[in-house]
């Protein structure tokens, strides 16, 4: 599998050097990187043991773009590429960053987000007790203890029959009345979408007025998100980005996996995120505990603070192609020249 265009690569650390914003610039929320130098005590400056640094910005708070509440639905079509861990992550940011999140899990009979947040213990009721009055709204929320102004609304309960009436009218009076709660209007209510493209995918994007693609380099994937963005944009969703899960700089260089900018050219959207492989996502997932809130912070858990950061401002990032220079050969090559 050749001809892949091959990404610029920080060998040191293993990740791909795709932190460009609008116009080839750096996120707002990072400093530029500065490569080869290390600054010391004395003045001097020193090529060796060369370092990366990116500093978070967070003496500002990012800037929202358009009216809240801005409901957002993530999905992807494939089944496993990563729409509920990135869901559960996106949605604590925004809440880190001062913004109040609503996520509503619409998978109906294998939702998960409770359990990638913690929260499985506390579900007592859900939309459909309150469709039948027999909760209130606020009942069926549950809020986060870390972060307050994180909430999280399940559909159903796993062993319990969904009701033949939901459906997209009923999700919609939902996100309704989350709009008219006395608490105050939600700055982002986050959707999380089931597999597929049958009832529950229409349900979950119904109420929507973005969405995220989420897809992974690999050929299944990418024919069923650019079936899943035609489905979108018929419904009239046209702010559509996309989301690079699982992405292997070391494949990439070897050519055996398809580069973020071979993706973007098949599905033609704009970049939100690349979240590079790691391990510490099934880690924290199986603790319960969102992969962003993790000290020090991994490569993953930075590249999902920089999408939900771009979310916020409406913003997309740039993958940058970089041509490696030929290796220089001596006079005399069978000398070791």
């Given at each position: 599998?050749?001809g892949?265009?091959?990404?610029?690569?920080?060998?040191?650390?293993?990740a791909?050097?795709?932190?460009?914003?609008?116009?080839?610039?750096?996120?707002?929320?990072?400093?530029?990187?500065?490569?080869?130098?290390?600054?010391?005590?004395?003045?001097?400056?020193?090529?060796?043991?060369?370092?990366?640094?990116?500093?978070?910005?967070?003496?500002?708070?990012?800037?929202?773009?358009?009216?809240?509440?801005?409901?957002?639905?993530?999905?992807?079509?494939?089944?496993?590429?990563?729409?509920?861990?990135?869901?559960?992550?996106?949605?604590?940011?925004?809440?880190?960053?001062?913004?109040?999140?609503?996520?509503?899990?619409a998978?109906?009979?294998?939702r998960?987000?409770?359990?990638?947040?913690?929260?499985?213990?506390?579900?007592?009721?859900?939309?459909?007790?309150?469709?039948?009055?027999?909760?209130?709204?606020?009942?069926?929320?549950?809020?986060?203890?870390?972060?307050?102004n994180f909430?999280?609304?399940?559909?159903?309960?796993?062993?319990?029959?969904?009701?033949?009436?939901?459906?997209?009218?009923?999700?919609?009076?939902?996100?309704?009345?989350?709009?008219?709660r006395?608490?105050?209007?939600?700055?982002?209510?986050?959707?999380?979408?089931?597999?597929?493209?049958?009832?529950?995918?229409?349900?979950?994007?119904?109420?929507?007025?973005?969405?995220?693609?989420?897809?992974?380099?690999?050929?299944?994937?990418?024919?069923?998100?650019?079936?899943?963005?035609?489905?979108?944009?018929?419904?009239?969703?046209?702010?559509?980005?996309?989301?690079?899960?699982?992405?292997?700089?070391?494949?990439?260089?070897?050519?055996?996996?398809?580069?973020?900018?071979?993706?973007?050219?098949?599905?033609?959207?704009?970049?939100?995120?690349?979240?590079?492989?790691?391990?510490?996502?099934?880690?924290?997932?199986?603790?319960?505990?969102?992969?962003?809130?993790?000290?020090?912070?991994?490569?993953?858990?930075?590249?999902?603070?920089?999408?939900?950061?771009?979310?916020?401002?409406?913003?997309?990032?740039?993958?940058?192609?970089?041509?490696?220079?030929?290796?220089?050969?001596?006079?005399?090559?069978?000398?070791?020249?």
């Open positions: 599998m050749g892949f265009p091959k990404l610029g690569l920080d060998e040191k650390h293993g791909c050097l795709l932190l460009g914003g609008r116009g080839g610039k750096l996120p707002r929320m990072f400093e530029r990187a500065r490569v080869g130098e290390h600054l010391l005590q004395n003045g001097n400056r020193k090529k060796n043991n060369a370092t990366i640094r990116a500093i978070l910005q967070w003496n500002r708070r990012p800037q929202m773009a358009g009216s809240p509440p801005r409901v957002v639905v993530v999905t992807s079509g494939k089944g496993g590429v990563g729409k509920t861990t990135t869901t559960a992550n996106i949605g604590m940011c925004l809440a880190r960053l001062d913004f109040k999140v609503v996520a509503i899990d998978d109906v009979g294998l998960n987000l409770d359990l990638l947040l913690g929260l499985e213990n506390r579900v007592n009721y859900t939309a459909i007790e309150v469709l039948n009055g027999e909760c209130r709204l606020d009942q069926a929320l549950i809020r986060d203890k870390r972060w307050v909430e999280l609304l399940c559909i159903n309960k796993p062993r319990y029959k969904m009701p033949l009436g939901f459906g997209g009218k009923a999700l919609t009076w939902l996100v309704d009345a989350l709009k008219k006395p608490e105050g209007t939600p700055d982002f209510i986050l959707i999380d979408c089931p597999a597929g493209i049958d009832a529950g995918f229409i349900t979950a994007i119904t109420p929507a007025n973005e969405a995220i693609v989420v897809t992974t380099p690999d050929i299944t994937s990418l024919r069923d998100a650019d079936r899943v963005t035609g489905l979108l944009e018929c419904d009239g969703i046209k702010d559509i980005k996309m989301v690079v899960n699982r992405v292997r700089s070391d494949m990439i260089k070897q050519e055996d996996m398809m580069s973020v900018l071979d993706v973007q050219e098949m599905l033609g959207l704009p970049l939100l995120g690349v979240i590079p492989e790691d391990a510490d996502v099934i880690k924290s997932t199986n603790r319960g505990y969102p992969l962003v809130l993790k000290k020090p912070p991994t490569l993953a858990g930075l590249a999902l603070e920089q999408a939900a950061w771009r979310l916020v401002e409406q913003d997309s990032m740039k993958a940058v192609l970089i041509e490696e220079a030929p290796a220089k050969r001596g006079f005399l090559p069978f000398f070791g020249g």
